[in-house]
């Protein structure tokens, strides 16, 4: 089982900076990517940013240049920096594990963590 933790939302005022961190815990022996999902009331859940197991990063066209992914494999951890916060950018968010395995046989899976809030004001 594995489980995913995300902690760092809140509220901040527009131009304003949060990082979140999400930290994997469990029985993990690879995974594909691991990225930054956000949802806002009535919205369908986005891809943030994403960040493959080999370092490469993606991101949504909305937050380039304002939000950095990085990770820090010895602590199980993925962040994400978001800097020049806008209303906009208001949601849950969300951490996923994508094309985890246990084993080397195992069969892959995706997992989330529970969402965090953050909520930007104008």
């Known amino acids: 089982q594995v489980q995913l933790v995300e902690s760092g939302g809140g509220l901040v005022q527009a131009g304003g900076s949060l990082r979140l961190s999400c930290v994997a815990s469990?029985?993990?022996?690879?995974?594909?990517?691991m990225g930054w999902y956000r949802q806002a009331p009535g919205k369908q859940r986005e891809l943030v940013a994403g960040?493959?197991?080999?370092?490469?990063?993606n991101y949504a066209d909305s937050v380039k240049g304002r939000f950095t992914i990085s990770r820090d494999n010895a602590k199980n951890t993925v962040y994400l920096q978001m800097n020049g916060l806008k209303p906009e950018d208001t949601a849950v968010y969300y951490c996923?594990?994508?094309?985890?395995?246990?084993?080397?046989?195992?069969?892959?899976?995706?997992?989330w963590g529970q969402g965090t809030q953050v909520t930007v004001s104008a």
């Open positions: 960040i493959t197991r080999g370092g490469d990063t």
């Open positions: 996923n594990a994508a094309g985890v395995r246990s084993t080397p046989k195992s069969t892959a899976r995706d997992y």
């Open positions: 469990g029985n993990i022996y690879s995974f594909n990517a």
